[in-house]
Every structure is written in structure tokens, then in C-alpha cells.
């Protein structure tokens, strides 16, 4: 049997310039070692037009680097015959669902991609009842894909990924649309992969408390990889996020007021029960 290797996803040095913008000091991105193991959830955050996008298309083979490389599974993204291979094993999710959904049903989007894998229908049949009762989409799927909300959109553009069970997917800002309940279905269900099915996630947020459930956080900025770790200490920079219009989770910036104002609270406060418990045995040092 072929041994799959634990890094997924490796970017060596990696840059990319868009075409026409030679003449643009910065690339879009630029300098990227990155590396995502097997399971891992890492999430991607960054002021706009940093080059989150631009490293996730670079990730999914949609383009090519200029300078360095992307290996998915120890494969060349630049290996035109295993771009299919790739964007299956990498499957991603854009910033704009429209652009994701093909067929004239709910229930055919979501199989477009299994059809095209030839799995028996029974197969099929079972993978989109799957996926559409963990992402909430039973009621539409006879309904089509472009008479739904903006937020529906998203998570039938997710489902039809989810069903081609890949190893790693890639989400631009999936939740961007999604109201505070189908947020919690979305990331709930791609939470659930990852813990029991070893599903890799890298994961483009500009919330800070999405952010903060992941493995590692990275921060991109002007196409660069600035800073990477926990999200204990990532989104405790609050200094550096503040520089870059980025915020820390609400309980880390509260924390951060309270000791400015004496309160001894550990450096390392992400949510709200780390800094309650805090609270309960800290004291006023005045
Ligand atoms: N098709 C394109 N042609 C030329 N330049 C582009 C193109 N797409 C993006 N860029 C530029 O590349 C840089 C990175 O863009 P990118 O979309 O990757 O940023 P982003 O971090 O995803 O931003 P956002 O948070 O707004 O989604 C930006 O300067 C942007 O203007
Ligand atoms: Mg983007």
C-alpha cells in the first residue's frame, strides 16, 4: 500500500506575482514556508489583501507559484496531470459561493463531484445524506442552488466538498455569510472531521474567535508569513494585531484591560471560562 505522508500540505519559499503586476514592488506573496500536517487546523488571518486567498489558490493548484513550490502530498502543484488529484485530496471552499455551484438541484451540486469520482449511485446516495443533515440542507435539496441565500449557498458549496471526503480543505472565509446558527452547524461539522476523521483544515477567518479554536494560528501579512503559533500566544499579541487592524478574541482584550488596571491575570487568556476562572483568584495589586 502507498504510504501517506504526515505533511499535507508543504510551501517552500513560496511566491507569487500576478500577472501584470510585475511592475508592483510587493508580490502578492512572498517568502512562504509553511507546512500543515495530517489533522491538523490551522487558520489563516491577516488584514485584507494580505495574500490569504492567494496562498490558499496556491495550495489548491488553481495557480502556480513563481518562485518556490507547493507540495500536497508530497506532490508538485505544479504537476499538471495530478492537478485533479490534488484539488481532491485539497478540496476548497471560495470566498464568493457562487462561483462553486454548477447544477440545477441542491442534491446534484452536492453529487457533482462524486459523480465525476464514477462511485456507485447507492454510494453517492449515502454521502449526500451525509453531509446534508450535518450541514442542515435536507429541506433543499430539490431546490436550485441559485435560488438560495447567500448563506445556504456557503454551506451547500460545503457539503459538496465534505462529500468527496478529502483529505484537507481549504475554507476562504466560509462563515462570512452564515447567520450565528448555521456558523455553529459549518465549523461544528468540520470540527467533528477533524477530530474523528483526521480531516486537515486550513481556515481563513477575520474572527478572532474562529481563529482561536484552531491548532495554530498564522498571521499573513503583505503576502508574508509574520508570525505563526498556539492561539493562546498568536492571539495574545494584541500589539501586533492591533498594528495590523486585527483584534485578539473578546475575553483576550478584556483580559488585557484588566492588567492595565492592576488585575494579575495570567498572559495566555483566550475564552471566557479561562478568564473567569482567572478572575475568581486574582487580586488587585494596588
Ligand atoms: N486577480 C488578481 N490580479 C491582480 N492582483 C490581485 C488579484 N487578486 C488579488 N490581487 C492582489 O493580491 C493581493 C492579495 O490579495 P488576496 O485576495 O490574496 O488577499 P486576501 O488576504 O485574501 O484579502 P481579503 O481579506 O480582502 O480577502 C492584493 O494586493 C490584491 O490586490
Ligand atoms: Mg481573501
Not at 502556480?64 to 507547493?70: D, I, L, R, Y
Not at 481563529?211 to 501579512?221: C, T
Not at 488585575?263 to 478572575?279: A, D, G, H, K, R
Given at each position: 500500500m502507498k504510504s501517506r505522508p504526515e505533511i499535507l500540505i508543504e510551501a517552500r519559499e513560496l511566491a507569487y506575482r500576478y500577472p501584470?503586476?510585475?511592475?508592483?514592488?510587493?508580490?502578492?506573496?512572498?517568502g512562504v514556508n509553511l507546512s500543515v500536517k495530517r489533522g491538523e487546523y490551522v487558520s489563516l488571518i491577516g488584514p485584507n489583501g494580505s495574500g490569504k486567498t492567494t496562498l490558499l489558490k496556491l495550495f489548491n493548484a488553481l495557480l502556480a507559484p513563481t518562485e518556490g513550490e507547493v507540495l500536497v502530498e508530497g506532490i508538485s502543484t505544479t504537476e499538471e496531470e495530478k492537478q485533479v488529484e490534488i484539488r481532491r485530496s485539497c478540496g476548497m471552499i471560495f470566498q464568493n459561493p457562487d462561483n462553486q455551484l454548477v447544477a440545477t438541484t441542491v442534491e446534484e451540486d452536492i453529487a457533482f463531484g462524486l459523480e465525476n469520482l464514477e462511485l456507485p449511485s447507492s454510494e453517492i446516495r449515502k454521502r449526500v445524506e451525509k453531509v446534508s443533515s450535518a450541514l442542515g440542507l435536507k429541506h433543499l435539496?430539490?431546490?436550485?442552488?441559485?435560488?438560495?441565500s447567500g448563506g445556504e449557498k456557503g454551506r451547500v458549496a460545503i457539503a459538496g466538498i465534505l462529500a468527496m471526503q478529502p483529505s484537507c480543505i481549504l475554507m476562504d472565509?466560509?462563515?462570512?455569510?452564515?447567520?450565528s446558527k448555521s456558523r455553529q452547524d459549518v465549523l461544528g461539522a468540520v470540527r467533528h472531521l477533524n477530530r474523528e476523521q483526521g480531516l486537515a483544515v486550513v481556515h481563513v477567518t477575520h474572527f478572532p474567535e474562529e481563529a482561536a479554536r484552531a491548532d495554530r494560528v498564522v498571521i499573513i501579512d503583505q503576502g508574508r508569513l509574520i508570525e505563526q503559533g498556539p492561539p493562546s500566544v498568536i492571539m495574545n499579541k494584541l500589539q501586533l494585531l492591533h498594528q495590523l487592524g486585527l483584534q485578539g478574541t473578546a475575553p483576550s482584550e478584556l483580559a488585557a484591560l484588566l492588567r492595565k488596571d492592576g488585575f494579575s491575570i495570567p498572559e495566555e487568556i483566550l475564552n471566557c471560562q479561562e478568564l473567569v476562572q482567572s478572575l475568581c483568584t486574582s487580586e488587585l495589586k494596588i
Amino acid at each position: 500500500m502507498k504510504s501517506r505522508p504526515e505533511i499535507l500540505i508543504e510551501a517552500r519559499e513560496l511566491a507569487y506575482r500576478y500577472p501584470g503586476e510585475e511592475n508592483i514592488s510587493s508580490p502578492a506573496v512572498y517568502g512562504v514556508n509553511l507546512s500543515v500536517k495530517r489533522g491538523e487546523y490551522v487558520s489563516l488571518i491577516g488584514p485584507n489583501g494580505s495574500g490569504k486567498t492567494t496562498l490558499l489558490k496556491l495550495f489548491n493548484a488553481l495557480l502556480a507559484p513563481t518562485e518556490g513550490e507547493v507540495l500536497v502530498e508530497g506532490i508538485s502543484t505544479t504537476e499538471e496531470e495530478k492537478q485533479v488529484e490534488i484539488r481532491r485530496s485539497c478540496g476548497m471552499i471560495f470566498q464568493n459561493p457562487d462561483n462553486q455551484l454548477v447544477a440545477t438541484t441542491v442534491e446534484e451540486d452536492i453529487a457533482f463531484g462524486l459523480e465525476n469520482l464514477e462511485l456507485p449511485s447507492s454510494e453517492i446516495r449515502k454521502r449526500v445524506e451525509k453531509v446534508s443533515s450535518a450541514l442542515g440542507l435536507k429541506h433543499l435539496l430539490k431546490h436550485p442552488p441559485h435560488m438560495l441565500s447567500g448563506g445556504e449557498k456557503g454551506r451547500v458549496a460545503i457539503a459538496g466538498i465534505l462529500a468527496m471526503q478529502p483529505s484537507c480543505i481549504l475554507m476562504d472565509e466560509p462563515t462570512a455569510m452564515l447567520d450565528s446558527k448555521s456558523r455553529q452547524d459549518v465549523l461544528g461539522a468540520v470540527r467533528h472531521l477533524n477530530r474523528e476523521q483526521g480531516l486537515a483544515v486550513v481556515h481563513v477567518t477575520h474572527f478572532p474567535e474562529e481563529a482561536a479554536r484552531a491548532d495554530r494560528v498564522v498571521i499573513i501579512d503583505q503576502g508574508r508569513l509574520i508570525e505563526q503559533g498556539p492561539p493562546s500566544v498568536i492571539m495574545n499579541k494584541l500589539q501586533l494585531l492591533h498594528q495590523l487592524g486585527l483584534q485578539g478574541t473578546a475575553p483576550s482584550e478584556l483580559a488585557a484591560l484588566l492588567r492595565k488596571d492592576g488585575f494579575s491575570i495570567p498572559e495566555e487568556i483566550l475564552n471566557c471560562q479561562e478568564l473567569v476562572q482567572s478572575l475568581c483568584t486574582s487580586e488587585l495589586k494596588i
